[in-house]
């Protein structure tokens, strides 16, 4: 009974080992995407152990940095938000309560949809790797 205890405990060990490594090296493939350097093949070929598990998530990872560009506003709206923020600031320090310009307003809600949809797909992805890396590691339920 206790050498099943040791063995459960050393697998859990080495589970958990194998998941940091994986997040490592994902971590490490997603930096150099960021640089536009590194290909998956690299990795896989520094990790032939992992070649399984990590193959899509590599895939995944570079078919999503080809889809999503990054974003960038106007400089007009740069602009207007410097302009925008200091007039709150005056406000504030004058005691008035700031509300936001009629013609901002699109702006503003462009930009947090903007956002929103930036962190909701990065969820996705996260989710989707996450998913990926545990899939086969469920625990099997008493039928």
Known sequence: MASARHLKAS?????AME???????LAAHAD???KGQGKGSDYLA????????LQPLLETAEKVKEVLEPVEPAPAFYRSL???LLAAGRRRLAGEVPQLARSHRKQILIGAAA????????GAIAYFIHSRATAGTQPASAA
């Open 82 to 84: 410097y302009d925008d």
């Open 19 to 25: 998941e940091k490594v994986l997040a490592e090296i």
């Open 11 to 15: 697998l859990s060990r080495e589970k």
């Open 32 to 34: 150099q995407l960021k």
């Open 46 to 53: 520094m990790v032939p152990d992992y070649r399984d598990k």
């Open 115 to 122: 956002v929103g949809s930036a962190v909701s797909v990065a």
